[in-house]
């Protein structure tokens, strides 16, 4: 099915570690996104791509990088992983920036850093 | 982008009529008005947006008010199946703009 595919979905750190969220759209959409949602709370955007081969910092960047590999896919890396960004990941596209396209989001990775 | 704010929870019954609003002060001209549902352990779906007066579409209707500082989601004859969280959310309306900022949302808990 189209759609905004995220792997892996389950992921346990050791604080330190790192590793790196992947993300791919078949939509052929221009604009990528990275949410963080701790429980109970909204969503909260880490960075985004407005089209590829261009990178923006959201709301909380800090302990994050990215990267728009092509115009499908758009990777998080977390250098060293800390409990704090203990959270569920949710990686979203759209056909553009502007207000006339929904985003589609991806079902989301959940990581624990202990 | 301006700040929105929605009730942190809300109860029905099935059956009801379900209005859900959002103030958003500081909207600017340009802005849109976009709501989203989201199930536990799913990623948010759009469900409706809108600029002002009134936009209806098969799931839900949004009515938007002249002055827009605010807007009300119309969820006609809810069922079980729509308990969820639903965000207001206000998009920039050029197409370079890139944030929107969900807030914390209203979760919906529709009852027998």
């Known amino acids: 099915n189209a759609g905004v595919t995220q792997t892996p979905k389950f992921q346990v750190l050791k604080t330190g570690q790192s590793m790196t969220l992947q993300c791919a759209q078949d939509?052929?959409?221009?604009?990528m996104y990275w949410y963080r949602q701790d429980p109970g709370m909204g969503l909260r955007l880490i960075y985004y791509?407005?089209?590829?081969?261009?990178?923006d910092k959201g709301e909380v960047p800090n302990g994050y990088n990215v990267s728009r590999l092509n115009k499908r896919e758009f990777s998080l890396r977390l250098e060293s992983a800390a409990p704090s960004q203990t959270s569920v990941y949710f990686c979203?596209?759209?056909?553009?920036?502007?207000?006339?396209?929904?985003?589609?989001f991806g079902s989301g990775t959940r990581l624990t850093v202990v | 982008l301006a700040k929105t704010t929605q009730p942190i929870s809300m109860d029905s019954y099935e059956g009801q009529e379900v209005n859900i609003t959002c103030s958003h002060n500081?909207?600017?001209?340009?802005?849109?008005i976009t709501w989203y549902q989201q199930f536990p352990s799913q990623g948010p779906r759009f469900i409706i947006q809108?600029?002002?007066t009134k936009v209806t579409n098969e799931v839900a209707s949004l009515f938007i008010p002249a002055d827009r500082k605010s807007s009300t989601l119309s969820l006609p004859r809810v069922s079980l199946s729509d308990t969820a969280v639903y965000y207001c959310?206000?998009?920039?309306?050029?197409?370079?703009?890139?944030?929107?900022?969900f807030g914390d949302g209203t979760t919906l808990t529709v009852k027998p």
């Open positions: 979203a596209s759209k056909l553009n920036t502007g207000p006339l396209y929904g985003y589609t």
């Open positions: 939509m052929n959409h221009n604009s």
């Open positions: 791509s407005a089209s590829e081969g261009t990178t």
């Open positions: 500081n909207i600017a001209t340009n802005d849109y």
């Open positions: 809108g600029y002002k």
């Open positions: 959310l206000v998009v920039r309306g050029n197409t370079n703009a890139g944030k929107s900022t």
